[in-house]
């Protein structure tokens, strides 16, 4: 039970994207976020990253922001992601792609403003709101 | 979420304030250039209630001010000014943006537009052969670390050293392609790895490369001074600091945000993350912006030499020799230390400018001396099928508005608005109908940046020249584009 959505928002692109747990919902932000840019052909690279922040928002948008970073170092986009969340705030992630040229809107980075991360009314789960860059 | 425009007071014909009083944050007050439908325009998103936020900036002087391209941003909006006191103040990321020095170069050519009609389709495919576009695309000009670091700190200056260009190019930049308070040191590894292999590239998203005729010239003293003149055939570059630039801002983002803390600072936005001008982070932050904002203007001078080769060889295959100058060069996305006079008192500020230009008066020792007499050029593109403005300051920029102008149409429609509104086929045949020559790395893009998604471009300069901080000089027609 992940998944995500375009907003309106008249300079940048902007997402709402949710997931039962956080990993999910980081995983969910992103799947679209690279959604908005293309996929891969063949997933035949996979990096692995380690991050650490003062807050949940700031570990959010310095995971994407670090996947932008990699987008742009190596040339390539990513489809797949595994995600490990600890509070106080530390992240492992996984990320499998391959060389690809990015599509559409040029993201430049995630950002933090009008950056929400909430709980989902009804039943369990995370959603979260983040605009980028573009 | 619409802004109660109530709450304005009109200070001018032109000019609207919000008063200090709107919210309990606001250290000074806000004005904005526009007239009632911009104003109506602006009130639907959140772009005014961003504008207020500016002013809560630590150490703001004077007031928050926005021009009439005024559209929401992330923390601020675009098409805005925040200057702050070197010594009390603050610097802000979110205030100059991630495409550090993004910015306008226009170029003149020897030959009338007339001429070029039979081929200007050789034209644009030289530009966008000679000049490699598109998301995170890199190019051919690959840099040892070592030459990267005195791009950063060299500028358009060190492109011309390098072999890209004349040395006439930058003495018609602002800043002559360089600041001074670069340090490639405090530019992150990471900074370097993503945009080093970028130098020479256009980039996506609103970059462009436009070949213009000079429609109409308005002004003729300025014009001549600028070298401009009807009929002429031009041609823009506008492109910024690519991943390089993106990175430093997230960088700093990043870094900033603790210091925000350490501080106490009380912030509406955490977009707004700024440090004190005084404290090591905010000098870094400083010097790796500048190296940043160098590294477009080595990137600007690189493309200039690029299509100044490329329309040699399309005008020597056809017995014409084109030749290719620089107009003026200018920034939408910077911050830079200036001196200001406010409230007749002489001030060192730190004048960031999000999608705003600078407009330096006639006189101004800033100004090329060929152009010192007129004021400095203000380069306005609009949106791919209507055309562009070459506007001079004014005096009255440098009393009331920090030395500024507005920097292009504005968004009216967001990106996925105007993908839901046309395709890239009625885009292509819009432009096709004007007769205007298209190259597009995707049609994706194509549809993003058509006309249509922005605001309309003569209203906006009629409202800078009503207000008369700047006036009009010439206006440039759209013959062909190439997008990233």
């Known amino acids: ?134 | 979420m619409a802004f109660d425009l109530g709450v304005l007071r009109k200070l001018d014909e032109y000019l609207f304030e919000i008063p200090a009083s709107y919210n309990a944050g606001m250290r000074v007050p806000a004005r904005i250039y526009a007239d009632r439908e911009i104003l109506e325009m602006a009130a639907r998103d959140r772009s005014l209630e961003q504008l207020a936020n500016v002013a809560w900036l630590p150490g703001i002087v004077g007031f928050a001010l926005a021009l009439p391209d005024i559209h929401e941003g992330y923390g601020f909006p675009i098409g805005g000014v925040a200057a702050t006191d070197m010594k009390q103040g603050v610097i802000s990321p979110g205030g100059v943006g991630y495409d550090i020095n993004c910015g306008v170069r226009l170029l003149a050519t020897n030959i009338d537009a007339a001429q070029a009609r039979p081929f200007l389709q050789a034209l644009v495919d030289a530009a966008a052969d000679a000049i490699p576009a598109g998301v995170g695309r890199g190019g051919d000009v690959r840099l040892r670390r070592e030459r990267l670091d005195d791009a950063l700190e060299g500028g358009a200056e060190w492109a011309v050293q390098a072999g890209f260009g004349r040395r006439e190019d930058t003495e018609h930049c602002e800043e002559n392609g360089r600041m001074p308070w670069a340090r490639a040191g405090a530019v992150s590894s990471r900074a370097k790895e993503r945009g080093g292999d970028q130098l020479g590239t256009l980039g996506a998203g609103n970059h462009f490369i436009e070949i213009d005729e000079v429609l109409e010239i308005y002004d003729e003293e300025a014009a001549n001074a600028y070298g401009l003149r009807k009929g002429q055939l031009v041609a823009q570059i506008h492109s910024g600091s690519r991943g390089l630039g993106h990175q430093v801002c997230t960088d700093y983002v990043q870094r900033f945000q603790s210091v925000v803390k350490r501080e106490g600072y009380r912030l509406p936005d955490r977009e707004l993350v700024c440090a004190p001008l005084a404290s090591q982070e905010g000098q870094d932050y400083l010097a790796a912006m500048s190296a940043a904002a160098n590294f477009a203007w080595a990137n600007r001078q690189v493309m200039t030499e690029f299509m100044r080769r490329g329309f040699e060889k399309v005008g020597a295959a056809r017995g014409l020799r084109i030749e290719l100058f620089v107009v003026y060069d200018v920034a939408h996305n910077v911050a830079k230390v200036e001196r200001h006079t406010v409230n007749g008192r002489s001030l060192e500020l730190c004048v960031h400018r999000k999608g705003a230009t600078r407009a330096f008066p006639p006189g101004h020792s800033a100004i090329p001396a060929a152009y010192r007499a007129v004021g400095q050029p203000v380069l306005v593109p609009g949106d791919m099928g209507t055309g562009s403005y070459v506007l001079r300051a004014t005096e009255k920029a440098m009393r009331e508005a920090f030395g500024s102008c507005c920097h292009g149409a504005g968004r009216a429609l967001s990106r996925a608005g105007a993908r839901r509104e046309m395709t890239a086929e009625e885009v292509r045949a819009t432009l096709a109908e004007q007769g205007i020559a298209v190259r597009a790395g995707s049609a994706k893009g194509l549809v993003e940046e058509a006309p249509g998604a922005y605001k309309d471009i003569h209203h906006v300069v009629e409202v800078v020249h009503g207000a008369g901080i700047a006036t009009k000089v010439a206006y440039l027609r759209p013959l062909g584009v190439v997008k990233g």
């Not at chain 1, 709402?16 to 996929?39: D, I, N, S, Y």
């Open chain 1, 1 to 134: 039970m992940r998944g995500y959505e375009e907003l309106q928002h008249t300079a940048d692109v902007a997402l709402r994207v949710w997931g039962r747990t956080l990993p999910e919902l980081f995983v969910a932000a992103a799947e679209g976020m690279f959604a908005l840019m293309g996929a891969p052909e063949r997933l035949d690279s996979e990096r692995e990253l380690e991050l650490e922040a003062e807050d949940l928002e700031a570990l959010l948008v310095d995971w994407l922001n670090e996947l932008i970073y990699l987008r742009d170092r190596y040339q390539e986009l990513y489809s797949s992601f595994d995600v490990q969340v600890w509070p106080s705030w530390r992240l492992h992630g996984v990320a499998r792609g391959g060389k690809a040229k990015p599509q559409g809107a040029l993201i430049k980075a995630a950002t933090y403003h009008g950056l929400t991360i909430g709980r989902l009314e009804e039943g369990e789960g995370f959603v979260a709101e983040i605009v980028f860059d573009t």
